[in-house]
């Protein structure tokens, strides 16, 4: 069974930093691209940056660039979104998302595996 467990959201005033985390299980993680997405209320959920299965290639939706950084522990299972110089616009729910194949996409139906969401909520 396929399990992705996010971890790191909380409270951050403007212009501070969170790093989120997300372990995978029962999945041949090392081998595939993953992402991250949110979804803040009343909105769509929405890309924000993905890697790909060497950490080689990452790509980010334009508002996170050059904010946010996507990496992966392929040891540990684990990605990271490190999220610097946050805006209340980034407030939102973020979800971790693995997909069975080399390639990177930026669509959530391009993903076959998603982790419960941790909350992000930055303050003005």
């Known amino acids: 069974q396929v399990q992705l467990v996010e971890s790191g959201g909380g409270l951050v005033q403007a212009g501070g930093s969170l790093r989120l985390s997300c372990t995978a299980s029962?999945?041949?993680?090392?081998?595939?691209?993953m992402g991250w997405f949110r979804q803040a209320p009343g909105k769509e959920r929405e890309f924000v940056a993905a890697?790909?299965?060497?950490?080689?290639?990452?790509y980010y939706e334009d508002s996170v660039k050059g904010r946010f950084t996507i990496s992966r522990d392929n040891a540990k299972n684990t990605v990271y979104l490190q999220m610097n110089s946050l805006k209340p616009e980034d407030t939102a729910v973020y979800y971790c998302?693995?997909?069975?194949?080399?390639?990177?996409?930026?669509?959530?139906?391009?993903?076959?595996?998603w982790g419960r969401g941790t909350q992000v909520t930055v303050s003005s």
């Open positions: 890697i790909s299965w060497s950490g080689g290639s990452t």
């Open positions: 029962g999945y041949t993680f090392r081998r595939y691209c």
């Open positions: 998302a693995g997909r069975r194949s080399y390639d990177m996409v930026v669509t959530a139906t391009g993903y076959d595996y």
